[in-house]
């Protein structure tokens, strides 16, 4: 289905003149008139110049009233046509002023001046200056930095900074990317798929603003909406950071001012809410936004909210799968807590204590990092799925994978390691630790003797033997290794990121909808230690769980298979009239769930829109994004 007249009004040129204008190549601005409708629509009112004008046409009487006047030579003087000129000069002069300084599409100052990024990709400088200086593109020419009409310069330009690492600071050496010089040819056809992410987000957030604004979720075959998540809003707290880093300021102010007046966690306090998702969701959307605006009530809530959440520790080292926001709410035994939910709270916790200045939460999520970073196992470095909040707690016969319920454990180890700038030690031991036996045991090539792509199965620890079965969420594990190997100087690493990400693609490649399953199932090779890779189908669709629930693509190629595979698979086969839909099966085209997870604008359109900016938005030299993909800044 092609994308509606209206979603391009949501296009925000941040590659250029961020935000655009209402002629702008790719699309109107939410200035425009066929914006989208919102929740809160501003009215329109004729510019001041124009309505100042029309008096000064009866001032024409004033000059036919004074007949008198003093002759001298060739000049002739009527002093008080000569005084009412003056002041109408003046006043002309005052109005342009006041005309300029008011116009929203005024430029800024010259020392308030920016230009957008080169047209070549390339990386960011090391530093930002906190100085207001026109910043210069490679021609030596200088653009001015323009916003949309009623927006403030001063917020927009703010936030155009952040997500360009504005005060980011770090000691660790530089890994992101620095890719050649475009062509003119490359460069609009980067912008032509950015512009295509930009208006599937719009599609997507316009249904959720009509038919779930301020509800967990949008429903987006039937309409409506669902509560799965607290009932507080998921996918608005989700999506701030995508709009602001999308350049949608607008529609983020909207959101923000729905925050400010309804965002209300207290309105059943009992309820017992997933401590996990909470914090990746809630807390780490709350805290990616203050960091890319500095809008203060942001981290108010943020803080509130983790206030709420240390009740999930209750004298435990870690913390319950749920959780009560009212205190005396939480008193129920846990014995067996998963290895991600624990696991998967200390970018947010340390972060939250940095922009605080109160060490309650790093504390908290460091101590549950000592506790586990005691155990043993028969596979160095893994460990199963529930564990138990001991100390030098030993673990046996049980089956290792990166998949669901461990998988961002080993993500974190890495991220909290960036974050703390390198200093706890014992975190980059237990990733490279725990990297060697992924390598070791699970890695599964194909029988077939091809060295381009691998899978990463599931071991028993006591036999060493390994299933060839591979869940979506397995292939994150690719970006934690390529990080891993440019920061630790691992070159095995990245091979193996780049044969399991592979692996991944291969997936969605061979699917009837070029969207891949939420876990492949293969048959096993003839020596136990590799997999089948079917030539017609590459995974086994009778064995596999082919639901799909739009998640994030697999790190693939960039500017070709990845366009193909994301965003035009997601137009043909998961697009609805309202937004768009999961699949229960992705054999099966249209085969909708009538589901939306928050995610989806969270994740999955963030990191296909970051494919296709510039390396300077959100550079991995200057943010370490969260398992739910809210980048925090390092600092």
Excluded at 157 to 176: A, N
Excluded at 367 to 385: D, H, I, K, N, Y
Aim: proline share 6%; hydrophobic share 35%.
């Amino acid at each position: 289905m092609e994308p509606t007249k209206n979603s391009s009004s949501f296009v925000v040129d941040i590659e250029k003149d961020q935000p655009s204008s209402v002629d702008d190549p790719f699309g109107p601005s939410f200035g425009s008139p066929d914006r989208h409708s919102s929740p809160k629509s501003a009215g329109t009112s004729p510019p001041p110049g124009f309505v100042a004008v029309a008096p000064f046409a009866n001032l024409k009487r004033l000059f036919d009233r004074n007949p008198s006047a003093v002759v001298s030579g060739r000049y002739t003087i009527n002093f008080r046509q000569m005084l009412i000129l003056i002041a109408i000069l003046m006043s002309m002069v005052l109005l342009w002023i006041v005309s300029s300084a008011s116009s929203p599409e005024a430029e800024l100052s010259q020392e308030q001046q920016y230009v957008p990024p080169p047209q070549g990709h390339r990386q960011q400088p090391d530093s930002y200056s906190t100085q207001k200086k026109p910043l210069t593109q490679e021609n030596g020419t200088t653009s001015s930095f323009k916003v949309s009409p009623g927006e403030n310069p001063d917020t927009a330009r703010e936030r155009y900074e952040r997500i360009r690492g504005k005060d980011t600071r770090t000691s660790l050496k530089k890994i992101q990317f620095a890719f050649p010089e475009e062509s003119e040819k490359d460069r609009l056809e980067r912008e032509k798929r950015l512009k295509a992410v930009r208006d599937g987000f719009a599609h997507a957030w316009s249904g959720y603003k009509k038919h779930a604004w301020g509800h967990d979720e949008v429903r987006p075959v039937s309409g409506g909406y669902q509560d799965r998540f607290n009932g507080w809003g998921a996918t608005m707290i989700d999506s701030l950071d995508t709009l602001v880093i999308m350049g949608f300021n607008k529609e983020f102010d909207e959101a923000l001012d729905w925050v400010k007046t309804s965002f209300d966690m207290t309105k059943q306090p009992t309820a017992q809410v997933q401590f996990f998702e909470t914090i990746i969701r809630y807390l780490g959307g709350l805290l990616s936004a203050y960091d890319l605006t500095g809008e203060k009530v942001l981290l108010d809530k943020a803080e509130e909210l983790g206030n709420y959440m240390l009740n999930a520790f209750q004298n435990r080292n870690f913390p319950a799968g749920r959780v009560a926001v009212q205190e005396s709410a939480n008193h129920s035994p846990v014995y067996n807590f998963v290895l991600a939910e624990v696991g998967s709270i200390q970018l947010e916790f340390s972060r939250l204590s940095m922009l605080t200045g109160k060490p309650i939460y790093d504390q908290k999520a460091q101590r549950v990092f000592e506790v586990l970073g005691t155990a043993t196992s028969e596979l160095p470095g893994l460990l199963p799925a529930y564990v138990q909040d001991k100390e030098r707690q030993h673990y046996s016969s049980f089956r290792s994978t990166v998949g669901g319920m461990i998988d961002s454990y080993y993500e974190y180890l890495l991220k909290e390691w960036i974050l703390l700038d390198g200093k706890p030690l014992q975190y980059r031991q237990t990733f490279e630790q725990a990297v060697d036996s992924m390598e070791k045991y699970m890695v599964m090539m194909p029988d077939n003797g091809s060295k381009d792509y691998a899978i990463m199965g599931s071991v028993n620890s006591a036999s060493k033997s390994v299933d060839p079965d591979m869940e979506h969420l397995a292939c994150f594990i690719a970006g934690s290794l390529a990080m891993g190997s440019k920061y630790f100087d691992r070159p095995k690493d990245m091979v193996v990121a780049r044969q399991v990400a592979e692996g991944c693609y291969l997936g969605y490649h061979h699917s009837v909808t070029g969207i891949g399953p939420e876990a492949m199932k293969f048959d096993n090779g003839r020596d136990g230690k590799t997999f089948v890779a079917r030539s017609d189908t590459f995974y086994s669709r009778s064995k596999s769980r082919s639901e799909y629930i739009l998640r994030p693509a697999p790190p693939i190629n960039l500017l070709t298979t990845g366009f193909m595979l994301s965003i035009q698979s997601l137009e043909r086969s998961c697009r609805t009239d309202i937004a768009y839909s999961g699949l229960r099966d992705v054999n099966q085209p249209r085969s909708y769930d009538n589901k939306m997870e928050s995610f989806f604008l969270a994740e999955t359109l963030k990191y296909l829109y970051l494919m296709f900016t510039t390396p300077d938005v959100i550079s991995l030299d200057d943010f370490v994004l969260n398992t739910e993909a809210h980048p925090i800044r390092r600092s």
